[in-house]
């Protein structure tokens, strides 16, 4: 079946800090991937995509790179602000079951000044 | 932009009332999707559907029916709401596969439900 891990939070880090937050998949085809992102009291923005292997998203200083041998779709970012402070989802899109979302339990961000 | 609205950002509401939330697209999406967020289990999706009267029950279907009589509105109702059904609730829409540029999600800002 499809699912979707990525790291446990919360994660706390320094202004301008490097971020990574892992996520690994499990798919029965050929999925495209996503991060989103949720800001308090909001509802879920996409941040960025990859649709096939070695594709590389990217938005806002963001990347994650779409590695089919590793099955993962890593988010990084080199220096992170308070702005970024935000829930960071991970999820995929099983085109087998008509565009249905698997989405990983999220992470928990805080950037401190 | 594409832009996501849902009838209420807060909502209280009693043991066993009947209890309506709406939500609306404006770019045409065929593909609409209610999900519900808790704490330590991300999204979980309860009904999507892809056309206008037509359903299908995601993970958590139970406690909960949809009705889509228009292709731009996507309503979720809770028949007799429970504590257990307290939540946030996220309605989402996208393109369906091979139509459009992309097969993104686009979410409401989302609802938040308290069912005392």
């Known amino acids: ?113 | 932009d594409v832009k996501v609205t849902q009838s209420s950002r807060y909502l209280v509401k009693r043991t066993g009332e009947k209890v309506f939330l709406e939500c609306v697209q404006d770019m045409d999406h065929e593909n609409m999707f209610w999900y519900r967020q808790d704490p330590g289990l991300g999204l979980r999706l309860i009904y999507f559907s892809y056309d206008v009267k037509m359903k299908e029950k995601g993970d958590i279907p139970e406690g909960y029916s949809v009705s889509r009589e228009k292709k731009e509105r996507f309503s979720l109702i809770l028949e007799s709401a429970s504590t257990n059904q307290t939540s946030m609730y996220l309605c989402a829409s996208s393109f369906p596969l091979g139509g459009g540029s992309t097969d993104t999600q686009y979410f409401g800002p989302g609802t938040r439900l308290t069912v005392l």
């Open chain 1, 1 to 113: 079946g499809n699912s979707v891990t990525q790291m446990e939070g919360p994660v706390t880090l320094s202004e301008e800090a490097f971020l990574t937050i892992n996520c690994t998949y499990t798919a029965t085809g050929y999925p495209s991937l996503f991060w989103y992102v949720q800001y308090p009291g909001e509802g879920l923005q996409l941040l960025l995509k990859a649709t096939k292997a070695d594709d590389k998203g990217s938005n806002k200083g963001f990347e994650a790179t779409y590695r089919k041998e590793t099955t993962s779709f890593h988010l990084e970012k080199g220096s992170v602000q308070v702005s970024d402070s935000a829930v960071y989802f991970c999820a995929l899109s099983d085109r087998g079951t008509g565009n249905q979302f698997y989405f990983g339990t999220g992470t928990s961000l805080t950037v401190i000044p």
